[in-house]
């Protein structure tokens, strides 16, 4: 089952402008993840929110996390094109393993 | 360099056969994980294993088997019972409560 659904499905800019992704869930969470995948390859971890903060931001990513909506938004300012890949947002389940529940993921390409 | 190496990078398989894809860590985590990728699709969670000589099922597990005899390692079978094999396989390992780490998978296509 898919918890997480991103949104746009896909979003095209250009370098410099900023590109902000959004997931809703369903169920209570521990925390959610964000993940990137460029292109024939392995997803790489991006950043952490857990379920009692707001807010995070790791260098140019900016993550929010709304428990009372079920949603969470990734923010990239400053775009360039390496930027482009698909990205996923990845949920827990309280009291649960370790199992990870990813969405379909959004593609996101930054034309130079 | 510490990683999870998943090999083969391409597969084939014929009709009826069973093939076997490895996934090796050297990052001493204990939790392992194999997902499934069909084309424009999230990831799909066939097998875990939180420990050795202990795996779960995930949400597709049929027609998938596998086996966690060391910590390093976790290989997933493909059998003959999986009628629609052809997809992109991730293999993933973490710590305890921490974020995963991926291979950069194997893509198995039926010959």
């Known amino acids: 089952s898919q918890q997480g659904e991103e949104d746009p499905q896909a979003l095209s800019i250009q370098e410099g402008e900023n590109a902000t992704m959004n997931c809703s869930y369903k169920?209570?969470?521990?925390?959610l993840q964000w993940y990137r995948q460029n292109s024939g390859r392995g997803l790489v971890h991006l950043i952490l929110?857990?379920?009692?903060?707001r807010e995070k931001h790791s260098g140019r990513l900016r993550v929010t996390l709304d428990t009372s909506k079920k949603s969470s938004s990734l923010l990239i300012t400053a775009s360039r094109a390496a930027d482009t890949a698909s990205y996923f947002c990845?949920?827990?389940?309280?009291?649960?393993?370790?199992?990870?529940?990813f969405g379909k993921g959004m593609k996101l390409t930054v034309n130079p | 360099d510490g990683g999870i190496t998943q090999s083969p990078k391409y597969l084939f398989r014929k009709e009826g056969q069973n093939v076997t894809l490895s996934c090796e860590q050297n990052?001493?985590?204990?939790?392992m994980y194999w997902y499934r990728q069909d084309p424009g699709q999230g990831l799909r969670l066939i097998y875990y294993?939180?420990?050795?000589?202990?795996?779960q099922k995930g949400d597709i597990a049929e027609g998938y088997s596998v086996s966690r005899e060391k910590k390093e390692s976790f290989p997933l079978t493909v059998t003959s019972a999986q009628k629609n094999p052809t997809a992109f396989y991730l293999c993933?390992?973490?710590?305890?409560?921490?974020?995963?780490?991926f291979g950069d998978g194997t893509r198995l296509s039926i010959l």
């Open positions: 993933a390992s973490s710590p305890q409560a921490r974020p995963q780490h």
């Open positions: 169920t209570s969470i521990n925390n």
């Open positions: 929110i857990r379920s009692n903060e």
């Open positions: 990845a949920t827990d389940s309280q009291g649960g393993s370790e199992k990870l529940v």
């Open positions: 990052l001493n985590h204990d939790a």
């Open positions: 294993s939180q420990i050795v000589n202990d795996f």
